[in-house]
């Protein structure tokens, strides 16, 4: 049994659980002043600050490190790489003191993680980070010969619930065909093809809207709309990544309360159906992704895969055409537990960033 120290570290949260092996023995969510974040002019400079939070838990928690085994961080923006476990290192960490592959509160994870292995001298790493990258060669191929795509996804939570998907059928992961949609802040969906994401949609650059994003639009007619927004870089960069979707249209980011207003408001179900309908064109679109092959699952998760509106409607869907499977809500602390513990078992050899 392998006691896991796991830290993960949002854009104004910080979670820490304590784990033996998968099972969870404690974990705390601590909130942060949203307007404390936004004084910090870099991800990096927020360190000092996140290590105060991440030892508040130490003390509150009394946690002896002598009974830790190995930290468990969640990885940052990165360059692409293989899906796995990585040892925390110093080309790593350069990468990420720069934001050389992007900006993103996870970035300070693998920093603080660092502080906490040489601390108390144990182990540390971190698995699946969004820049996981397997995709087929013709995936990255678009109508433009500048223009390239790119694999960003929710891929800590993708593979941990593929994971379970092919426990709960009884075969390897690597045996198996999933289409994975994480329905989140930010929609995802990805074609897992024995045991690798082929391919799959960037929340930030294609796929469907989602609450506040969004998601693939009319070329031409996007680009009138950006010559003639009168709109600067940066405020066009915030508007197509973070205030689109549906808060757009109704000012709302709360599925919940979106969902009540829809039952009175036939505008706003349409949205909603709109959404699910985009998800389910995407899900039915990855299954080219197999070469034939039969699909073992449809899976969906993250935390509109526990929305009674929008499971039915896509499950109505793409529901003849495939199996199934939900696992609401996420789950990245456990797959950054299962990661650590898979290393140290020796079940999985980390691999160098």
Not at 17 to 36: C, G, M, N, Q, Y
Request: hydrophobic share 40%; with cysteine.
């Amino acid at each position: 049994m392998y006691r896991i120290f796991v830290i993960n570290p949002g854009s104004s949260s910080l979670k820490v659980a304590l784990f033996e092996d998968d099972k969870e023995i404690w974990s705390v969510t601590k909130r942060h002043d949203p307007e404390k974040i936004r004084s910090f002019p870099k991800v990096y400079d927020q360190i000092d600050f996140r290590m105060e939070a991440i030892d508040e838990v130490i003390a509150e928690k009394e946690v002896d490190f002598d009974k830790i085994d190995v930290i468990a961080c969640r990885g940052g923006f990165c360059k692409p790489l293989e899906s796995g476990t990585y040892s925390v290192n110093d080309a790593l960490l350069d990468d990420l003191k720069y934001s050389r592959w992007g900006e993103h509160a996870a970035n300070i994870s693998p920093f603080c993680g660092k502080i906490l292995s040489e601390r108390y001298n144990k182990p540390v790493y971190y698995t699946d980070p969004v820049s996981v990258d397997e995709f087929m060669p013709e995936s990255y191929i678009t109508g433009h010969p500048d223009i390239r795509r790119i694999c960003k996804v929710h891929a800590l939570n993708h593979k941990a619930v593929a994971r379970y998907a092919a426990r709960e059928l009884g075969k390897p992961y690597e045996e198996c065909n999933f289409i994975v949609a994480h329905m989140g802040g930010g929609i995802t969906v990805a074609a897992h093809r024995k045991g690798r994401m082929v391919d799959a949609c960037s929340p930030a650059e294609e796929g469907p809207f989602c609450i506040d994003r969004p998601g693939q639009l009319p070329n031409l007619q996007l680009l009138k709309y950006i010559f003639s927004s009168g709109k600067s870089q940066e405020e066009l960069y915030l508007e197509l990544s973070t205030r689109g979707g549906i808060m757009a249209y109704t000012g709302m980011v709360d599925l919940i309360q979106i969902e009540d207003l829809a039952a009175g408001d036939k505008n706003i179900a349409l949205l909603l159906d709109t959404m699910s309908y985009r998800i389910s064109f995407y899900i039915m679109g990855y299954m080219a992704a197999f070469g034939g092959e039969p699909i073992d699952a449809v899976i969906l998760t993250g935390g509109m895969a526990k929305s009674d509106w929008i499971v039915p409607a896509v499950t109505k869907r793409v529901g003849p055409f495939a199996k199934i499977l939900i696992y609401k809500g996420e789950y990245e602390m456990e797959a950054l537990a299962e990661g650590a513990a898979r290393v140290m078992s020796g079940l999985e050899e980390a691999k160098v960033y």
